[in-house]
T-cell receptor, first 115, second 111 residues
């Protein structure tokens, strides 16, 4: 079946640096993508999403980029803070009404921010 | 605002015992509901989803079952737990825009 995977399982950065977390997806028909942050022992927290008719979307300190040509998704975190340390997951949703909102998740990237 | 609850937060059960995990959503009506399992250090695996009361779809064959007795209640069950059922169980709901939000999770340990 379709899969979503991450290039880098771990990422260590210094506080204040910018972080980039990457994700590759295989289902070219996916029309919606989400980034989640998961802290230890907690449920995933919605960060930002992007639909397939967009290339870029910005939030507070975060930017998601979508390159449909190479089926690549990235999450950029500006001025990374220790509180950003967590596991980050990308997820994709197939197009069409029969998808019922089901998401396929990547493996996750562990982001560690050093003070 | 909408909130999602799961209980219990943690559970330790012996092999062969039954299981019942509950998820409830507040502040919305007729949400799509989902059960996921997350093994330690891994991603999320979709187990079940429901688009309405009494409507359950299973994504993977397994030892678990799900039920939706009320619009905003989703229950994950098992008659006899296996060691491999250990994990972090997450309930989620989806809004009109397909944004999916997760509950706090239940940590299940089967001994």
């Amino acid at each position: 079946g379709e899969s979503v995977g991450l290039h880098l399982p771990t990422l260590s950065v210094q506080e204040g640096d910018n972080s980039i977390i990457n994700c590759a997806y295989s289902n070219s028909a996916s029309d919606y993508f989400i980034w989640y942050k998961q802290e230890s022992g907690k449920g995933p927290q919605f960060i930002i999403d992007i639909r397939s008719n967009m290339d870029k979307r910005q939030g507070q300190r975060v930017t998601v980029l979508l390159n449909k040509t190479v089926k690549h998704l990235s999450l950029q975190i500006a001025a990374t803070q220790p509180g950003d340390s967590a596991v980050y997951f990308c997820a994709e949703k197939g197009a069409g009404g029969t998808s019922y909102g089901k998401l396929t998740f990547g493996q996750g990237t562990i982001l560690t921010v050093h003070p | 605002s909408q909130t999602i609850h799961q209980w219990p937060a943690t559970l330790v059960q012996p092999v062969g015992s039954p299981l019942s995990l509950e998820c409830t959503v507040e502040g919305t009506s007729n949400p799509n509901l989902y059960w996921y399992r997350q093994a330690a250090g891994r991603g999320l695996q979709l187990l079940f989803y429901s688009v309405g009361i009494g409507q359950i779809s299973s994504e993977v064959p397994q030892n678990l079952s799900a039920s939706r007795p009320q619009d905003r209640q989703f229950i994950l069950s098992s008659k006899k737990l296996l060691l491999s059922d250990s994990g972090f169980y997450l309930c989620a709901w989806t809004n009109y825009y397909n944004e999916q939000f997760f509950g706090p999770g239940t940590r299940l340990t089967v001994l």
